[in-house]
């Protein structure tokens, strides 16, 4: 039976499968044409009244069980890496270490991540958090100097122009020139 994927950027795959396999093994399909580990999609199946997430526990259940049949339309979403390791450490490593797919392309991962882990020390719970908002303070902070700064500028400039030493003298027609005319 033919069955379409949409990945969450719009992207479709199309899987021939029998009604006999097992949601593991089209996740190992799909992860070897994404060129992500198994561990980190997220397989959504049903329609619109019965849509539901297919939990690893169910990996081990055949398609037709869970109700997909030729046609069948099914989203794809992928987890962050960082959760996908923390599971991993939680679980002790009781993972297979024979899956091809454990190791990731450096196509599917982004370059801007892999800098980040460089440059800050891995930090957990309260500490990541605390982390967090001390960074958003210091950027606040930041915007608050540069617009104080930029407020002193513009209020230097104003006296600078040199206001205190001009004598306004009466025009024509304003207070002052009173003369009437006979």
Same mark, same amino acid.
């Given at each position: /039976? *033919?069955?379409?994927?949409?990945?969450?950027?719009?992207?479709?795959?199309?899987?021939?499968?029998?009604?006999?396999?097992?949601?593991?093994?089209? *996740?190992?399909?799909?992860?070897?044409?994404?060129?992500? %580990?198994?561990?980190?999609?997220?397989?959504?199946?049903?329609?619109?009244?019965?849509?539901?997430?297919? /939990?690893?526990?169910?990996?081990?259940? /055949?398609?037709?069980?869970?109700?997909?049949?030729?046609?069948?339309? /099914?989203?794809?979403?992928? *987890?962050?890496?960082?959760?996908?390791?923390? &599971?991993?450490?939680?679980?002790?490593?009781?993972?297979?270490?024979?899956?091809?797919?454990?190791?990731?392309?450096?196509?599917?991962?982004? %370059?801007?991540?892999?800098?980040?882990?460089?440059?800050? %020390?891995?930090?957990?719970?309260?500490?990541?958090?605390?982390?967090?908002?001390?960074?958003? =303070?210091?950027?606040?902070?930041?915007?608050?100097?540069?617009?104080?700064?930029?407020?002193?500028?513009?209020?230097?400039?104003?006296?600078?122009?040199?206001?205190?030493?001009?004598? =306004? &003298? %009466?025009?024509?027609?304003?207070?002052?020139?009173?003369? &009437? &005319?006979?």
């Amino acid at each position: /039976m *033919k069955v379409s994927v949409e990945i969450i950027t719009g992207t479709f795959i199309d899987a021939d499968v029998s009604e006999d396999t097992t949601v593991k093994e089209l *996740k190992e399909k799909i992860a070897a044409e994404v060129k992500l %580990p198994v561990t980190r999609l997220i397989l959504v199946i049903g329609d619109e009244e019965t849509r539901r997430m297919v /939990m690893e526990d169910e990996d081990d259940m /055949m398609l037709r069980d869970l109700g997909v049949g030729e046609d069948s339309h /099914m989203y794809l979403f992928f *987890k962050h890496p960082d959760l996908v390791s923390e &599971e991993e450490e939680s679980k002790g490593g009781e993972e297979d270490d024979d899956d091809p797919m454990e190791e990731v392309s450096s196509e599917a991962e982004s %370059p801007r991540g892999n800098e980040e882990e460089d440059e800050k %020390p891995k930090i957990d719970g309260e500490e990541k958090d605390q982390a967090m908002k001390d960074e958003e =303070e210091d950027s606040d902070e930041k915007v608050e100097e540069d617009e104080e700064a930029k407020q002193n500028e513009k209020d230097g400039e104003a006296k600078d122009n040199g206001d205190d030493d001009v004598k =306004e &003298e %009466p025009r024509e027609g304003e207070e002052g020139d009173n003369k &009437e &005319e006979i």
